[in-house]
T-cell receptor
């Protein structure tokens, strides 16, 4: 099984600033995918961004980017120009084969 | 485009009662999953079904059973509910091929067992 570690239980960021949410993973597989999900207070799980283990460039989706450092086994989420609507729980996940493994999440609060 | 649909959204059970959580997806995905979410513990896999006709245990299967009724539907049954099963339950689906295919989640079921 994979272990996904999110060491920041809670983070605060000023509106319009950038923030980095940390994620490390532990796998011996060569082929894997890394994902970030957002869970607002309403409870749904929203897929944000993914990175494949063979991708050489960092993934980007709008204001989200994934800082992938394969040798360090880290997959940090960077949110640029934070908005009040970014306040939510964020979960990092990894996929090997048909199995997905999740971290315990980081609660992000955007301060006006 | 409904995606993954779960029912019910909320449920209160007494200890010992049974219930079935229903899940259906319309994305033609082969793989379907049931997770539970508890505070501070992230999402933990209960059962998954890699394809129609197969099911496998996840990290926390005790007290649950599943049925992959067809490619679209994957139900989760609690035969004799216990307070420890109070949680938020998520159904999800994914393409089977390709490790970069994400999970698509339903909106969750909030279950309270008293």
């Amino acid at each position: 099984a994979q272990k996904i570690t999110q060491t920041q239980p809670g983070m605060f960021v000023q509106e319009k600033e950038a923030v980095t949410l940390d994620c490390t993973y532990d796998t011996s597989d060569q082929s894997y995918g890394l994902f970030w999900y957002k869970q607002p207070s309403s409870g749904e799980m929203i897929f944000l961004i993914y990175q494949g283990s063979y991708d050489e460039q960092n993934a980007t989706e709008g204001r989200y980017s994934l800082n992938f450092q394969k040798a360090r086994k880290s997959a940090n989420l960077v949110i640029s120009a934070s908005q009040l609507g970014d306040s939510a729980m964020y979960f990092c996940a990894a996929r090997t084969g048909n199995q997905f493994y999740f971290g315990t999440g980081t609660s992000l609060t955007v301060i006006p | 485009n409904a995606g993954v649909t779960q029912t019910p959204k909320f449920q209160v059970l007494k200890t010992g009662q049974s219930m079935t959580l229903q899940c259906a997806q319309d994305m033609n995905h082969n793989s379907m999953y049931w997770y539970r979410q508890d505070p501070g513990m992230g999402l933990r896999l209960i059962y998954y079904s890699a394809s129609e006709g197969t099911t496998d245990k996840g990290e926390v299967p005790n007290g649950y059973n599943v049925s992959r009724l067809n490619k679209r539907e994957f139900s989760l049954r609690l035969e004799s509910a216990a307070p420890s099963q109070t949680s938020v339950y998520f159904c999800a689906s994914s393409e089977m091929t390709g490790f970069v295919s994400p999970l698509h989640f339903g909106n969750g079921t909030r279950l309270t067992v008293t």
